[in-house]
């Protein structure tokens, strides 16, 4: 009669597929290498703005919830408006020069939907360029 033994589970993992696969990923890295170009980057100077950059209109929401809008070309300080008011506003500054920037600005403490629902309302209103002011930490 024959015995039979008992198989025993395997518990060393074959790596050679795996080093194979490595290697012949590093062949191909190796010959497509020297045929990709580099991209040349074209940093912006100075002297090709053709015009300076326009002041944006500034909606700073206050930890209670009002607004203020701030027209930095000039006034340093914010007027108080409301959300329709602001919507006045900013139409009849768009259509004075249509490609203006409108940036909001918050108190720490507001809540972000506070945030949306101004940054929501303005592109009812048709702004094309909106961004969030943020000011660097101070250390």
Known sequence: MIRKRPRRAMNQINVVPYI???LVLLVIFMVTAPFINPSQVELPSIGKS???P???LEVMIRADGSLLLRDRATSATGAPVSVTGLAGVIQRRQREDGNRPV???ADKSVR???VMRVMDRLQQLGVARIGLLVRP???
């Open 112 to 114: 972000y939907e506070a």
């Open 20 to 22: 194979d696969v490595m």
């Open 137 to 139: 930490a101070q250390s």
């Open 103 to 105: 940036v909001i600005s």
């Open 54 to 56: 326009v002041a944006p």
């Open 50 to 52: 053709s015009q300076a």
